[in-house]
């Protein structure tokens, strides 16, 4: 309610939107950061005269199966761009959009033809403001000079625990000033429309600035008895009190009863939009006789979202004799010739750009001078960067984000890869060092449940590859699933070098996993995942006189998709299957009845040093094989030996 | 190197510590934030004469069960208060140090009886400093007016990537003065020892802010190839540029050879610190005498960090009749029971306490001007909370530490409770809103992978409790973790009501599992956790004709470390067993033999709704039992029946 004349301002006067075509390339986004009053946003979606959200659906909010869900979900309502409520997501998102905005500009617009021309817009309350992932994306912004940026701070001064002075009496405006920020003040947020309007008007014309405008407002404003209370925040009125605030502001009309003359003013800016999209189609017509080359570009990357046949065979492989690499450095490989053949990547690291080797080498940097430069230097911002990722594919102009930083730090940006999985973004995240074998750096940075506890999350692909070949697989799939389903995928590579397989392939890959080494009727299976196939391999050779079957599992999940009999025909049932992985063993129950993992936190010491003491070596496979193949199963060796 | 003059500064001058008695309570406290250059630290403490870092260890930088590891470890040094390497983790701890000090200080300093006064001293870098979590903390220490915090920003300008420039342009100064903070500037942090010297003694006397010294430094100062560059950022510089760096800076002390004279200047201060240590045991007797009452409570609570005798007996048991109640209602009554009874209780929750029900009545907010109080307002910053709860635990003193959120939002402090066990800090972190039965809120808000991927983190305890027994069995658990063992715990409370079960007891809570109804000679076991458990109790009861047992299973960690008869007795192999979790299936292998869980995200509904339409249902478990005992197995219910 407090936001109400915000929502006016931007849904019924500035924002450029086609209710007929949620998906108009150039139309402006809008983010609702502050997700749990959702209701705002529905009720203008339904009042411009979007057909996602109806009068019904406006009723049946919350309830199972409906458009309004309790929060903005993009995958369910047309109109949402985004889907927010982790605080601090959406603006952080609108960082995203802001920046992918810019790119498309940059690269597209020529004189007279701005083809990619749009602001965007969100709403933040204290909440989102308070969050680090704020601190990041937004400082991030100010770094970028995004001047296409318009952010309105709800400042009603109430959180869940009661008024802002328990927790929060930053200056904000201030820290915003800090980042490099235009902040603007409107003082009564509730009636002065007009304030606000000036506002939107002073944020437009600073262009090399992102803006921040600090609404004052209150919470539930007309509510009697319940505005400026924290009883306002999460919780509805209750029919009495939205009775009495009926009365309060002299609205006549009962519940869901909307006069003609509110349609009509949000419903003529929406026809507004629909025509200031056909302007557009002009003007793309223009653009394509124009720029023929770039226009080829743009409707196959922004528009149909397609990849161009063959686009793969850039991808390297192993040739014979090729010795042993990291896979980090196959993944550069990988991502350099992605990046010269396709102009739809964009993506960078937390500042480990030369660590993750994720620099790519044909394009610039993504800069407040240099929008055209794709290799973005997010900075030591991991949460910010992936949702700032996840937004630059949601901007749905088939952009294929990456982000990249140590395997252990997805700790740190865990929920924006959830999101990307829930919301359907599609970014790639690269993460790299992705066991113990990092080393000298010691346990806080090697990762032991990282892993294993993203395969938790439902409709992310994880990807493990063990060589070069694999490491090309798991980007041929992470980038069809990024621009054709926009769905995620989280990459884990290694620091160190490993040796390539004999049966490895990008085919192979996708299957999930496959036999790298095969003699008739085995005994025992090895069952392994990156830099731990090569390991089995080499105990396999050891123990040459009993029949060892190597198994390479890339991808649990690619691997659980496939057909049974493709699955009993790789892991037949009834065969002791050993699994050895550097990372704890939980789950492993799925594919394996005996394990070799790591349960306990890591050390620091030479990597190699490091896997040797935690049982990753040929005396420890070739003896918990030797146990299996007398009968046990279970863990059978967990890191614990290690332990100092 | 850049940073050698102000760890001078500290450890030849300005910080009071015994290097004979490390844990000394009224020590000052230092955090080397930007972990990566502890070598500096190990070097201090070397040469003020600490036991744990010889000459030997400092030759051992990095090596396999050496104690210079290549992140400082608490748990590994003596003289290092925690564990930092993540970026952001350790200035955030630097805030709970400064935190713990500020609330003893209002507890038990008496005029002309200052027992705990002391400073707590952080160096961050530019990493730190980029993070969302040290903007989370580092406004919350604003907030909260720590005057005893001082931190120096290492200014150096470069990160792994490059130069600053590439991501960081904002006015960090600018930014902490809007937090609050006091800001002060040492133009050549090289050299100018007397600059750093006078920005101390500007710093201690400003009390009601904390203080940020930016230190304009040049990283691998001296170097005259790799000064001012990220070359010298994480690799060393090799044998000629160290030979180098040795001539231009006039050095000519060859490895590991140091000067009597310099061992003389750090050692005679670190025996000016055991006199400082000396005098304080005189205050103590002194407060002993003058304050008994006190001075007794200092003493259990602080000093020996013990817990009194029957002091659980406070926490709550369920009475015949106490009708169905949720798991956070029974987490409120135990942590107003422990509070009146233990001063030792400290917490609070991020902006959720009236949803988390983790006020303390009996005590005020700890508050800038009311540090006596002990419920922390931390605001909507859950990985800064994290790490200053964790702090809290480090500092040594006894304080059990306690912080809340939604079990979901526990993916923003992920880190922090990570490094919680792995630097062993006995935070307990009280998550409520457990499953997909949060309902309106939606998939944004229901966690699905989130506790069974906690289960995942060695040396964590994740407690799941079923009722109100269980739920003050969980909370005698972490509270003596937290006090005794120095441990976190990790608690999974429901947002709805669930019945008491006829078993429950604070006892079984200790064992992990145990059988709620137990038939002779059980056909079937139906095994669940939390709110799950009522489930297959009323699922069970449908079943009348069959055999059926019902296992409630609080917490795996606790479980899996009894007796293997235990555990065969609760789980006897051999006899179908079908888990029952609103929560992914992964994991359940080690214990059931099929399950039912939930391996896609929720939906926006009423908890009620999304429960039901999941197949959290009376019909459900039944429709699932019936077809384990015709012999099925696997995931025989994973709620894509519910995905609409």
Same mark, same amino acid.
């Given at each position: 309610?407090?936001?109400?004349?915000?929502?006016?301002?931007? +849904?019924? *006067? *500035?924002?450029?939107?086609?209710?007929?075509?949620?998906?108009?390339?150039?139309?402006?986004?809008? &983010?609702?950061?502050?997700?749990?009053g959702c209701m705002l946003q529905y009720s203008v979606l339904h009042l411009t005269g979007y057909d996602s959200v109806t009068m019904d659906d406006l009723k049946q909010f919350r309830q199972w199966g409906s458009k309004t869900p309790g929060h903005p979900e993009n995958f369910e309502t047309a109109g949402i761009e985004v889907t927010t409520g982790p605080l601090g997501m959406g603006v952080s998102n609108?960082?995203?959009?802001?920046?992918?905005?810019?790119?498309?500009?940059?690269?597209?617009?020529?004189p007279g033809l701005d083809l990619i021309d749009h602001y965007t817009y969100c709403i933040m309350g204290d909440g989102c403001c308070q969050e680090g992932i704020s601190h990041e994306s937004c400082a991030y912004a100010g770094h970028l000079g995004l001047g296409k940026l318009i952010v309105f701070y709800d400042d009603n001064g109430i959180t869940i625990d009661g008024h802002t002075e328990l927790s929060f009496t930053e200056d904000v405006g201030k820290r915003y000033e800090a980042y490099g920020w235009q902040v603007l003040t409107v003082e009564d947020g509730n009636t002065d429309v007009d304030a606000i309007r000036k506002a939107v008007a002073e944020a437009k014309a600073c262009t090399d600035k992102p803006t921040l405008i600090k609404v004052k407002t209150i919470i539930g404003y007309g509510s009697p008895n319940k505005a400026d209370s924290h009883d306002a925040?999460?919780?509805?009125?209750?029919? !009495?009190?939205?009775?009495?605030?009926?009365?309060?502001?002299?609205?006549?009309?009962?519940?869901?009863?909307?006069?003609?003359?509110?349609?009509?003013?949000? #419903?003529?800016?929406?026809?507004e939009g629909a025509k200031k999209q056909e302007a557009w189609n002009k003007l793309w017509s223009e653009y394509q006789e124009k720029e023929p080359e770039l226009a080829k570009q743009f409707q196959r990357v922004c528009l149909d979202r397609k990849l161009p046949e063959g686009w793969a065979d850039c991808l390297p492989k192993v040739a014979e004799g090729d010795s042993a690499k990291a896979t980090r450095l196959w993944s550069q490989d990988c991502l350099n010739a992605l990046a010269s053949t396709l102009p739809d990547l964009i993506g960078g690291s937390a500042d480990l750009a030369p660590s993750n080797m994720t620099l790519m080498k044909c394009t610039g940097d993504f800069l407040k001078d240099s929008y055209e430069g794709r290799n973005m230097r997010f900075g030591i911002r991991e949460f910010g960067m992936g949702a700032?990722?996840?937004a630059i594919s949601l901007h749905k102009t088939g952009l294929v984000p990456y982000c990249a930083t140590f395997t252990i730090f997805s700790d740190y940006m865990r929920n924006a890869i959830?999101?990307?999985?829930?919301?359907?973004?599609?970014?790639i995240f690269v993460t790299t060092h !992705?066991?113990?074998? &990092?080393?000298?750096?010691?346990p806080t940075h090697q990762p032991i449940e990282t892993i294993p506890s993203l395969r938790m999350i439902p409709d992310l692909?994880? /990807?493990?590859?063990?060589?070069?070949?694999?490491?090309?697989?798991?980007? #041929? /799939?992470? +980038?069809? #699933?990024? #621009?054709?389903?926009?769905?995620?995928? +989280?990459?884990?590579?290694?620091?160190?070098?490993?040796?390539?397989?004999?049966?490895?392939? /990008?085919?192979?890959?996708?299957?999930?996993?496959?036999?790298?080494?095969?003699?008739?009727?085995? *005994?025992?299976?090895?069952?392994?995942?990156?830099?731990?196939?090569?390991?089995?391999?080499?105990?396999?050779? *050891?123990?040459?006189?009993?029949?060892?079957?190597?198994?390479?599992?890339?991808?649990?999940?690619?691997?659980?998709a496939q057909p049974a009999a493709y699955k009993d025909s790789v892991l037949p049932k009834g065969v002791p299957t050993l699994s050895v992985e550097a990372a704890c063993t939980m789950g492993w129950e799925e594919w394996a009845t005996g394990h070799i993992g790591i349960n306990c936190f890591g050390a620091s010491a030479p990597g190699g040093t490091c896997l040797d003491k935690f049982g990753f070596n040929v005396p420890n496979v070739v003896y918990c094989s030797l146990r299996m193949l007398k009968g046990e199963t279970g863990i059978l060796s967990d890191g614990s030996q290690g332990k100092h």
């Open positions: 309610m407090g936001q109400a004349p915000i929502g006016y301002v931007l +849904f019924a *006067e *500035e924002m450029n939107f086609n209710p007929k075509d949620p998906e108009w390339v150039n139309r402006d986004r809008f &983010v609702l950061s502050s997700g749990h609108a960082v995203g959009l802001a920046a992918a905005e810019r790119h498309l500009a940059a690269v597209y617009n020529k925040h999460g919780a509805p009125l209750g029919s !009495d009190e939205a009775t009495a605030t009926r009365q309060q502001l002299g609205w006549k009309y009962g519940e869901f009863e909307i006069p003609d003359s509110v349609y009509d003013v949000f #419903k003529a800016h929406g026809a700032v990722a996840n959830r999101l990307a999985a829930l919301a359907q973004a599609g970014t !992705d066991s113990i074998a &990092v080393g000298e750096d010691g692909t994880v /990807i493990r590859p063990a060589d070069g070949n694999e490491t090309s697989g798991a980007y #041929k /799939i992470a +980038f069809e #699933k990024s #621009k054709l389903e926009s769905m995620p995928t +989280f990459l884990a590579l290694t620091r160190q070098a490993v040796p390539n397989l004999p049966n490895s392939s /990008i085919e192979n890959v996708e299957k999930g996993a496959y036999t790298v080494v095969d003699p008739a009727d085995p *005994e025992l299976i090895l069952v392994g995942t990156g830099s731990e196939v090569g390991l089995c391999m080499d105990a396999a050779k *050891e123990m040459g006189n009993k029949r060892i079957r190597v198994v390479s599992m890339p991808s649990w999940e690619l691997f659980r």
